[in-house]
């Protein structure tokens, strides 16, 4: 083993140390039997315990960061619990396609404007079909003129509009009541059923002409607008068949 090299300061020390101690007498025997025994007797030296290095702290930006992550996730969790509680179920009914598309179809069945009238639904200037006491017939507006040899346009009348009517028929347009006494004096006169009612004139005065039919033919008559109380009032008569 070779000894590391000295610096020529500390050769000269060591050279004049080594000199000087053979200056000295040797160490008594009994000195250096005792020096031996105390050497002995000391306990073997051990390695001082050196405490572990703490662990270096993070900086204070990586721990910031650490804790918001950490509430991040933690809301996350929370997050997801919430979202699964409020999904249906594989069991929970679901809509179809088909009970979509059925309940497009049936509301685009209803009337797009409230004032519609339903089917069936008539205004009083319409071709309307009235149900008589017996039977039902058809009510005109025409506002023709009849003659004595003319009643018979009662039977090919047309709609016409109710303004152009006179005023003296306004009891017969808007009590059903009167009508029906009208229409039961013809029916009881000349039997059979009434088929066609139109409001007009008779020779410039306001009438209104009921055709009845029977097994015997029927008639036509030309009422005036007092019917509705009297029944049987007529200006002219006419038979069918």
Not at 29 to 55: F, Q, S, Y
Not at 160 to 180: C, R, V, Y
Request: net charge negative; aromatic share 6%; glycine share 10%.
């Amino acid at each position: 083993m070779t000894s590391p090299e000295q610096d020529p300061a500390a050769g000269a020390v060591t050279a004049r140390l080594a000199h000087a101690s053979t200056q000295y007498e040797s160490m008594p025997d009994h000195v250096a039997t005792r020096l031996d025994r105390v050497l002995d007797e000391l306990p073997d030296l051990a390695a001082p315990e050196v405490p572990a290095a703490a662990t270096p702290r993070a900086p204070w930006w990586r721990r910031r960061w650490g804790l918001s992550a950490a509430t991040g996730a933690g809301v996350a969790i929370v997050f997801a619990g919430a979202l699964v509680l409020t999904l249906p179920s594989d069991d929970a009914e679901m809509p179809t396609t088909a009970d979509s598309n059925s309940s497009v179809q049936e509301e685009a069945a209803e009337p797009e404007m409230s004032g519609q009238s339903a089917p069936g639904d008539k205004s009083e200037t319409d071709d309307d079909t009235f149900t008589g006491t017996d039977t039902t017939y058809l009510v005109t507006y025409s506002g023709h003129d009849y003659s004595a040899d003319g009643l018979g346009y009662a039977l090919t009348a047309t709609a016409g509009a109710m303004q152009n009517i006179d005023t003296e028929l306004e009891p017969l347009l808007s009590d059903p009541d009167k009508l029906a006494t009208c229409l039961d004096g013809v029916r009881d006169r000349f039997g059979g059923t009434v088929t066609a009612v139109d409001f007009g004139t008779f020779e410039g005065d306001p009438t209104v002409v009921v055709v009845v039919h029977s097994d015997d033919g029927g008639a036509i008559v030309a009422q005036r607008p007092s019917c509705g109380d009297v029944g049987y009032d007529a200006y002219h008569a006419e038979p069918l068949g």
